[in-house]
């Protein structure tokens, strides 16, 4: 191939997401034997599987609906039906002040923060605009998403210990300045990689900033409110006008469907569904047939509360104490504050090798985790904490989980022995 053009270099070549996906795949594949402490794939957790079963079922029976999902394109902007019945359902357990109209359906959060991202930044006519994170490290699968260079701003979080082994990440508003250039402020909340939940000053402080600079407040809720829910500290961020929240059925049980949902104004709304008009052309329709019965009554929201949340509590309290277990004081570690998400994020500070050493290290003991680097970008100065961190999933079976976190833990006092 020839050299690709500017767009197709940032685009093709490589990337902490493309690398991930790429490891995860080859995993499940070629390694059926690798301990999967890496991606964020939602456990297999048989209520929840159950559900989408007989809601496949369900559809499958009725040949009509099946039909109507197999066959049919929507608009763009997602199936009109759909939208009503997701904002009545917003309107009525979240109490957000919403119309279909400001409901749009993408073909996955990771689609739709491409489209927010650079609908909003990169080059104009008045110079560059940029996105701002203000509370890095955030979601790998933003780190690229930027079509012009520079145009994803990060700010380094602030470190609080919170106890022995335990720290919390914190929005340093004395570095968080909005300059002209700044589109947008955007967070994920609970954050990936580090399950941090912003306190609810934080959250108004960041709105507020928003609300002040006339830009919008971006907030991805892939593993929080309302669905799947699983916040530990009681959190409802309330959408407000001018605000943007994306939604994903991922974590409820659903990734292979590819859907996702932002709620926004309605201008944004018809400016992401005429982008995905002309990317996508339309969207998947069989996450929004399978959805679409339980927004009707809280099906949802009840298996969210009763069945996921405590599930990956109670597997959280399980990893911390095999990790507490296995590391002790033997070594300088931390672990970020369990208020959510299906991760740990542990902190091995003053790590004699780089965690992607680590992380190679452990790939040859058949333990798969991301090292810490791909989530820090944006900032304007290298960090060392950046090289001294791992994100790992406890979404595997528990056998599976004690196995990988021990041999972590053999790998980083080895490191140190060295």
């Known amino acids: 191939m020839r050299s690709p053009s500017t767009i197709g270099h940032l685009l093709s070549g490589p990337s902490g997401i493309q690398e991930l996906m790429d490891d995860l795949g080859e995993a499940?594949?070629?390694?059926?034997?690798?301990?999967?402490?890496?991606?964020?794939?939602?456990?297999?957790?048989?209520e929840v599987q159950a559900?989408?079963?007989?809601?496949?079922?369900?559809?499958?029976?009725?040949?009509?609906?099946?039909?109507?999902?197999?066959?049919?394109?929507d608009p763009p902007g997602g199936n009109p039906h759909f939208r009503e019945a997701f904002a009545a359902f917003l309107q009525r357990e979240c109490d957000w002040e919403v119309r279909h109209e400001n409901i749009a359906v993408l073909p996955s959060s990771q689609n739709a923060c491409f489209l927010l991202f650079n609908l909003l930044a990169g080059d104009?006519?008045?110079g560059q605009k940029r996105i701002l994170f203000?509370?890095?490290p955030e979601y790998i699968g933003y780190a690229n998403q930027g079509l012009s260079a520079g145009m994803l701003k990060g700010i380094p979080a602030l470190i609080e210990e919170t106890a022995p082994h335990e720290f919390k990440y914190r929005v340093d508003f004395d570095r968080l300045e909005i300059t002209p250039d700044i589109a947008a402020i955007a967070v994920s909340c609970p954050t990936n990689p580090t399950g941090n939940v912003l306190t609810q000053e934080e959250f108004a402080r960041l709105r507020d900033l928003a609300r002040e600079h006339g830009i919008p407040f971006i907030v991805d809720n892939a593993y929080g409110h309302p669905f799947p829910g699983v916040i530990h500290n009681g959190f409802h961020p309330q959408w407000e006008p001018g605000m943007i929240f994306s939604i994903s059925m991922s974590k409820v049980g659903l990734p292979g469907v590819r859907t996702a949902m932002i709620v926004a104004d309605k201008e944004t709304v018809k400016a992401l569904g005429?982008?995905?008009?002309?990317?996508?052309?339309?969207?998947?329709?069989?996450?929004?047939?399978?959805?679409?019965?339980?927004?009707?009554?809280?099906?949802?929201?009840?298996?969210?509360r009763e069945v996921i949340r405590p599930f990956y509590k109670e597997r959280s309290e399980f990893a911390v104490g095999v990790l507490r277990e296995a590391l002790g004081d033997k070594v300088p570690w931390a672990l970020?504050?369990?208020?959510?998400?299906?991760?740990?994020?542990?902190?091995l500070k003053d790590l004699p090798i780089t965690a992607k050493e680590l992380y190679q290290r452990l790939k040859a003991r058949e333990v798969l985790v991301i090292p810490g680097h791909y989530f820090f970008f944006g900032l304007d100065e290298p960090w060392q904490h950046q090289h001294e961190c791992l994100r790992l999933t406890f979404s595997q079976r528990p056998e599976i989980v004690k196995e990988g976190l021990q041999i972590i833990a053999e790998e980083v006092i080895k490191a140190w022995q060295e």
């Open 134 to 136: 203000p509370l890095v």
């Open 51 to 73: 559900l989408w079963r007989e809601q496949m079922q369900a559809m499958v029976a009725d040949g009509g609906a099946l039909d109507r999902a197999l066959l049919n394109y």
């Open 124 to 126: 104009a006519n008045n």
């Open 336 to 347: 970020h504050k369990q208020e959510g998400a299906f991760f740990l994020w542990l902190w």
């Open 28 to 46: 499940l594949t070629t390694h059926p034997n690798m301990r999967m402490l890496g991606g964020g794939q939602p456990a297999a957790i048989p």
């Open 274 to 304: 005429n982008m995905n008009a002309i990317v996508s052309l339309a969207n998947g329709n069989v996450g929004q047939a399978l959805m679409a019965p339980l927004l009707k009554d809280d099906t949802l929201l009840r298996v969210s």
